[in-house]
Nanobody, 123 residues
Framework: VQLQASGGGLVQAGGSLRLSCVVS????????MGWFRQAPGKERTFVAG????????VYADSVKGRFTISKDDAKSTVWLQMSSLKSEDTAVYYC?????????????????WGQGTLVTVSS
C-alpha cells in the first residue's frame, strides 16, 4: 500500500484548504485511513480517522467542527477538508493507513504513511 498526500500550501487564518491522499495497492474495508500532523519541534499528533466499513469518523478535539475527513472509493482518495484555519494548524500533514477494527489515534497503530504535505496558516 502506498499513500501520496498533496494539497498543502499557504493560507490566511480563517481560510480553507483541502488535502488529498491517493491510495494505491490492495486495501479492503477493514483499513482505517487517518490524518496526522506534526508542527515544528513537536510530536506527530492525530487529526482525523475514517473507517471504511462503517463510514465512521473520529476527530481530535482541536479540529472538531472545522475539519472533515472523507473517502472516495472510486478515486481511491481520502480527503481532509479544513476550514476556519488557525495559525496553530500550521504543520506537516501526513496520511496514514492501517488494518484495524477501531480507529486508533496513536501513530504506531498505522502501518503505511504518505510523505507529508506542508500547511502554513498565516495570521
Amino acid at each position: 500500500v502506498q499513500l501520496q498526500a498533496s494539497g498543502g500550501g499557504l493560507v490566511q487564518a480563517g481560510g480553507s484548504l483541502r488535502l488529498s491522499c491517493v491510495v494505491s495497492g490492495r486495501t479492503d474495508s477493514h483499513y482505517i485511513m487517518g490524518w496526522f500532523r506534526q508542527a515544528p519541534g513537536k510530536e506527530r499528533t492525530f487529526v482525523a480517522g475514517f473507517r471504511s466499513s462503517s463510514g465512521s469518523t473520529v476527530y481530535a478535539d482541536s479540529v472538531k467542527g472545522r475539519f472533515t475527513i472523507s473517502k472516495d472509493d472510486a478515486k481511491s482518495t481520502v480527503w481532509l477538508q479544513m476550514s476556519s484555519l488557525k495559525s496553530e494548524d500550521t504543520a506537516v500533514y501526513y496520511c496514514a493507513a492501517g488494518r484495524r477494527i477501531f480507529i486508533p489515534q496513536r501513530s504506531h497503530e498505522y502501518t503505511y504513511w504518505g510523505q507529508g504535505t506542508l500547511v502554513t496558516v498565516s495570521s
